[in-house]
């Protein structure tokens, strides 16, 4: 006897209710992708902004103060570095090829092939950079999201209790300042570390001379973000260019990279990260290949943080499962 399925008018409502979320979700993906780098933004910021406002300041001039203080930082920043960068990554691009065919001889490269695929590297640098900050509005949004989120972050509570009630308030306050804290705390660290890896290679690198030591140092703190692989994968270049020069001189840049990842794991990250409950390396290498794949580098740029806020959530949501 055949079985007859019967589906009820709610589940119908339901299944097209979902799918109709889903299709808007997709639809503003971008803009939901703003709000959770500005919601990144501010919990990085949230701390300095409270020191600041300790001083009797009020908090709008406090995150005018520290947005100030920012921008002081970055233009610094791209006076100094941006003109060498530029000069030495197209010179990189002209002579990579060259460095690749020596230290590979048993490989068939075509080297002019070669050439033509990177010596428009300096160009392209000079090109993203422009296209990165000529994109205004959307920086002016994730700015202004940030500023509204750190001026409005008091009145949460407030917010909550008029959505949801005083109850479910307690609970959903306390995950939120979980996922604020956590998040902060991860990026604040990895920032310092890509920055005291990176400086460090620089100030390595140029002591031993090795030609490019900017934009080779850049992409060894850029790299820390990956676990294990990041610094191996930073060091191969660095190597390759300095053994092209000598291999005494390669065998050093083995032997900094090597002390560097040594004091990195006995010295700078227990200190850096003394505060921060970080993911296994496993987990932070899947997020990225999983987040790269999905949407591309913001993808992988975004991929820890979203990976940090589900683990609080299912952590709280489970706790208090348990309680209950």
């Known amino acids: 006897m055949p079985t007859k399925i019967e589906i009820s008018h709610k589940t119908i409502f339901f299944t097209v209710f979902f799918l109709a979320f889903l299709w808007l979700l997709f639809q503003i993906k971008d803009i939901i992708l703003l709000v959770f780098v500005a919601f990144i933004f501010m919990a990085a910021l949230k701390p300095w902004v409270e020191r600041v406002e300790k001083l009797k300041i009020p908090r709008f001039l406090a995150i005018l103060i520290v947005y100030s203080f920012l921008f002081f930082i970055l233009a610094v920043t791209l006076i100094f570095v941006l003109p060498p960068l530029v000069t030495q990554t197209s010179n990189l691009g002209k002579y990579l090829p060259k460095y690749l065919e020596a230290a590979l001889p048993f490989v068939n490269l075509h080297l002019q092939t070669l050439i033509d695929q990177f010596a428009p590297l300096g160009e392209n640098l000079i090109r993203i950079t422009i296209s990165f900050f000529s994109n205004i509005f959307t920086l002016v949004t994730i700015f202004i999201f940030t500023f509204y989120f750190l001026l409005e972050r008091a009145h949460l509570r407030e917010f909550l209790i008029s959505f949801v009630g005083k109850q479910a308030e307690k609970r959903l306050i306390e995950i939120f300042r979980k996922i604020e804290n956590r998040l902060g705390r991860w990026i604040r660290a990895q920032i310092s570390l890509c920055l005291i890896v990176g400086v460090t290679s620089y100030i390595g690198l140029s002591i031993l001379r090795v030609n490019f030591a900017l934009p080779l140092a850049i992409l060894a703190g850029m790299l820390e973000i990956i676990p294990t692989l990041g610094p191996i994968v930073s060091a191969i270049p660095a190597i ?20 560097i990842q040594q004091l990195e794991n006995t010295l700078i990250v227990p200190q850096v990260m003394k505060k921060t409950i970080g993911l296994p ?24 943080p979203t990976v940090l806020m589900l683990e609080v959530i299912i952590s709280s949501l489970s706790i208090t499962a348990k309680k209950e």
Do not use: N, Q
């Open 281 to 304: 390396p496993l987990v932070t290498f899947l997020a990225l290949l999983i987040g790269g794949r999905i949407a591309g580098i913001a993808g992988a740029v975004l991929s820890i």
């Open 240 to 259: 390759l260019i300095a053994a092209f020069t000598s291999p005494l001189l390669g065998v050093a840049v083995i032997a900094l990279y090597f002390i």
